[in-house]
C-alpha cells in the first residue's frame, strides 16, 4: 500500500523538544520533494518546513526559523522535523506530503502533493 506514516508527536511543555518522523511505503522517496504542514484548531493549514529531492534546499515558515529543522534520509526512506524551543502556538496536528512535480518552497507555498500522511498531533502547554 502507498503511504506516508507520521510518528513523534505526543505533549510537550513550552521550551521542549520533540523530532517527528514520516515513513514512506510503497513507494521511494528519492525524487520527491518532502514537507512538513501543520493545521491548529479553527485555522488554516500551513506550510511549516519542505526539503527538495536533489540538492536538498529548504524552506522555512517565519514562525519556526531558527527552531525547526527538516531532513530526509533517503536510505530510510523517511524524512524528520526536529522541533526545538516549541511554543503553544505550534500546536496543531502535524501532516507530511510528498510531490515529485514541486520544489521545497512549491510544496510548502502551494499545498500540491502526490501523497499526504493522516496527520499526528502535537500539542504544547504547561
Known amino acids: 500500500q502507498v503511504q506516508l506514516v507520521e510518528s513523534g508527536g505526543g505533549l510537550v511543555q513550552p521550551g521542549g523538544s520533540l523530532r517527528l518522523s514520516c515513513a514512506a511505503s510503497g513507494f521511494t522517496l528519492d525524487y520527491y520533494a518532502i514537507g512538513w504542514f501543520r493545521q491548529a484548531p479553527g485555522k488554516e493549514r500551513e506550510g511549516v518546513s519542505c526539503i527538495s529531492d536533489s540538492d536538498r534546499s529548504t524552506y522555512y515558515a517565519d514562525s519556526v526559523k531558527g527552531r525547526f529543522t527538516i531532513s530526509r534520509d533517503n536510505a530510510k526512506n523517511a524524512v524528520y522535523l526536529q522541533m526545538n524551543s516549541l511554543k503553544p502556538e505550534d500546536t496543531a496536528v502535524y501532516y507530511c506530503?510528498?510531490?515529485?512535480?514541486?520544489?521545497?518552497?512549491?510544496?510548502?507555498?502551494?499545498?500540491?502533493?502526490?501523497?499526504w500522511s493522516k496527520g499526528t498531533l502535537v500539542t504544547v502547554s504547561s
Open positions: 506530503a510528498a510531490d515529485a512535480l514541486v520544489d521545497e518552497e512549491q510544496l510548502c507555498l502551494g499545498y500540491v502533493s502526490d501523497y
